[in-house]
């Protein structure tokens, strides 16, 4: 099968198309003709092998995963022995937390997967997986948000962040979402009951009195929690620096604030699925490029001026 390789950390150049052979199907497998990709920061983190402490997971010297990427949509062509839910054609749609989803086919434990709704593209469910899994475990699992309650979400135009303004929406919440000027617009008709543009308006001075505050984008300090928050979740960060320094102070107080990675299980890509196919959420995607561009599509995401989604198409 065609996949991109990587044998050592650095940027998108030295992904390399290549033939591999496929490993023998493990029994909770199901192997998956890859459809559609999305990028995600996730991915250039891993290319990169950055923050440097994430090696200690991914491989200290050299990546021990060669194939990078996480989300993907695509057909079941193949079911291990002990598999329960899937069958042979099955349209489906997953993330793997350990790579390999950047090739012609993918090979992933069922529970990693959910179906896809009739009418809508592999492009469009391939873009749900991370951002959508982030989002909706940072409003329901973590954030706890409730009908009737107000949320400020920083970095609402982009993949984690755009989700969220339809996800909060859904569950029947007030919105304000931080954007930039020119995105203002777009998270507006994401739902967005009120825009604060970050660069009019200096987010560390506002002031407010949220139920919730989500940062997706990863600016915010705790004291921008504390001073605009009953609660919040924080998603993004700058830099591990900036990370430590929040939860530090965190430790030290009695705020309520969550920092999370969001796991992948198939209760909540079928809940994704089914507000997807409710008309709840509507997947934007920015940009889409072949599978052949899959080191564009990364380095565009590298360069953090996303809004919505990144998606690489096998079908081109």
Same mark, same amino acid.
């Given at each position: 099968?065609?996949?991109?390789?990587?044998?050592?950390?650095?940027?998108?150049?030295?992904?390399?198309?290549?033939?591999?052979?496929?490993? $023998?199907?493990?029994?909770?497998?199901?192997? &998956?003709?890859?459809?559609?990709?999305?990028?995600?920061?996730? /991915?250039?983190?891993?290319?990169?092998?950055? %923050?440097?402490?994430?090696?200690?997971?991914?491989?200290?010297? =050299?990546?021990?995963?060669?194939?990078?990427?996480?989300?993907?949509?695509?057909?079941?062509?193949?079911?291990?022995?002990?598999?329960?839910?899937?069958?042979?054609?099955?349209?489906?749609?997953?993330?793997?937390?350990?790579?390999?989803?950047?090739?012609?086919?993918? +090979?992933?434990?069922?529970? @990693?997967?959910?179906?896809? %709704?009739?009418?809508?593209?592999?492009?469009?469910?391939? @873009?749900? $997986? !991370?951002?959508?899994?982030?989002?909706? #475990?940072?409003? /329901?699992?973590?954030?706890?948000?409730?009908?009737?309650?107000?949320?400020? !979400?920083?970095?609402?135009?982009?993949?984690?962040?755009?989700?969220?303004? +339809?996800?909060?929406?859904?569950?029947?919440?007030?919105?304000?979402?931080? @954007? *930039?000027?020119?995105?203002? *617009?777009?998270?507006?008709?994401?739902?967005?009951?009120?825009?604060?543009?970050?660069? +009019?308006?200096? !987010?560390?001075?506002?002031?407010?009195?949220?139920?919730?505050?989500?940062?997706?984008?990863?600016?915010?300090?705790?004291?921008?929690?504390?001073?605009?928050?009953?609660?919040?979740?924080?998603?993004?960060?700058? *830099?591990?620096?900036?990370? &430590?320094?929040?939860?530090?102070?965190?430790?030290?107080?009695?705020?309520?604030?969550?920092?999370?990675?969001?796991?992948?299980?198939?209760? /909540?890509?079928?809940?994704?699925?089914?507000?997807?196919? #409710? =008309?709840?959420?509507?997947? +934007?995607?920015?940009?889409?490029?072949?599978?052949? #561009?899959? $080191?564009?599509?990364?380095?565009?995401?590298?360069?953090?001026?996303?809004?919505?989604?990144?998606?690489?198409?096998?079908?081109?």
């Amino acid at each position: 099968m065609k996949a991109f390789i990587k044998t050592q950390y650095g940027g998108p150049e030295i992904l390399h198309l290549e033939e591999i052979e496929l490993a $023998p199907l493990k029994e909770n497998e199901i192997r &998956v003709k890859v459809m559609a990709n999305s990028a995600n920061p996730a /991915d250039w983190h891993i290319l990169r092998g950055a %923050p440097f402490f994430a090696r200690f997971t991914t491989g200290l010297f =050299k990546p021990k995963e060669k194939i990078l990427g996480a989300d993907f949509a695509g057909i079941v062509e193949k079911v291990g022995s002990k598999t329960k839910h899937s069958k042979v054609g099955d349209r489906v749609y997953g993330e793997s937390l350990t790579g390999g989803a950047f090739a012609e086919y993918i +090979q992933i434990d069922e529970k @990693c997967v959910a179906f896809m %709704p009739n009418e809508i593209s592999f492009i469009e469910m391939a @873009c749900v $997986p !991370i951002a959508g899994l982030t989002a909706l #475990q940072a409003i /329901d699992t973590h954030g706890k948000l409730k009908a009737g309650e107000s949320v400020l !979400i920083n970095g609402a135009s982009g993949g984690v962040g755009h989700f969220a303004v +339809q996800i909060a929406k859904a569950r029947g919440a007030k919105v304000t979402a931080v @954007c *930039s000027t020119k995105n203002k *617009s777009f998270v507006e008709t994401l739902g967005a009951d009120d825009v604060i543009a970050y660069d +009019q308006i200096d !987010i560390h001075q506002q002031k407010g009195n949220y139920d919730l505050i989500i940062d997706a984008n990863g600016n915010l300090n705790f004291d921008d929690y504390k001073r605009m928050g009953k609660r919040g979740v924080m998603i993004g960060f700058t *830099s591990m620096g900036h990370m &430590v320094g929040v939860l530090f102070k965190k430790m030290l107080g009695s705020f309520p604030l969550t920092q999370f990675t969001a796991e992948v299980n198939k209760t /909540d890509l079928e809940i994704l699925a089914h507000l997807i196919e #409710q =008309k709840h959420i509507k997947v +934007q995607i920015e940009k889409t490029y072949s599978y052949k #561009q899959i $080191p564009d599509a990364i380095a565009y995401i590298e360069s953090m001026r996303t809004k919505g989604k990144v998606a690489m198409s096998w079908e081109k």
